[in-house]
């Protein structure tokens, strides 16, 4: 899943950066309302994590553009949002959730919580209340970021890791390259370079030939894994 964290302290922008990719997530940064807004009008984002008081602007007024249409995003869905703020007053809460907010958790907060609202807020997209996924002898728990197949625990990179949880939330369907690479990698990726094909390569072959099909000119198909 691709997030966007747009927060103008520079240092825990790039701690939640860190914290968050390190459990397979893609995250890019803004640290103002016009890198967020040039980010989002560009990248098909799942989650934006999203501070209140910005140099620029107001998180309320950017969360608002985006649910009223006025900042046009690229995906079939607007990006899920996360307030991040110190404001944790009702009136502020009140005015976040009103303008569009999916969520709102006040600083100073712990990492562990917040991964669970991003993993909760996730979930919504997925119609899912657990943060375990199963697709056949598959089981992925993003709680915990373990995998196993037919009981058996699978280690896996946190690019194969993203790879195959978003498959899995689209079993049966064909996701294509480029939708594995806006979902799963950041705005860092190379579009013309092999990293999608090579990394569900070494998926495939960890989780058993006959697990991912390539569907030659479309993509690939997450199919179900039998021993």
Avoid at 41 to 50: A, K, P, S
Avoid at 192 to 216: A, D, H, M, N, P
Wanted: hydrophobic residues 40%.
């Amino acid at each position: 899943m691709r997030l966007l964290v747009v927060e103008d302290e520079e240092d825990l922008a790039e701690g939640l950066r860190v914290g968050l990719a390190r459990t397979g997530y893609a995250v890019d940064v803004a640290l103002d309302v016009a890198q967020a807004y040039d980010r989002l009008t560009v990248n098909e984002y799942d989650l934006m994590l999203l501070d209140v008081n910005l140099p620029d602007g107001s998180g309320f007024d950017l969360c608002r553009s985006l649910r009223t249409g006025e900042l046009p995003t690229p995906g079939d869905a607007d990006p899920r949002v996360l307030m991040l703020t110190a404001r944790g007053g009702l009136d502020d809460r009140v005015r976040g959730l009103d303008d569009g907010a999916d969520d709102y958790l006040v600083k100073p907060f712990h990492l562990a919580e917040l991964l669970a609202r991003v993993r909760a807020l996730l979930r919504r997209d997925i119609g899912g209340g657990s943060a375990r996924l199963t697709v056949g002898d598959i089981v992925l728990d993003a709680a915990r970021h373990t995998v196993s197949v037919a009981d058996r625990p699978l280690s896996l990179t946190p690019k194969e890791f993203g790879v195959l949880e978003y498959l899995m939330t689209r079993p049966g369907h064909v996701v294509s390259s480029e939708e594995l690479l806006e979902h799963v990698w950041d705005a860092n990726a190379d579009p013309f370079t092999q990293t999608v094909r090579v990394t569900v390569g070494t998926l495939r072959r960890k989780l058993g030939e006959g697990s991912i099909e390539t569907v030659v000119g479309r993509g690939y198909r997450l199919r179900e894994v039998t021993p």
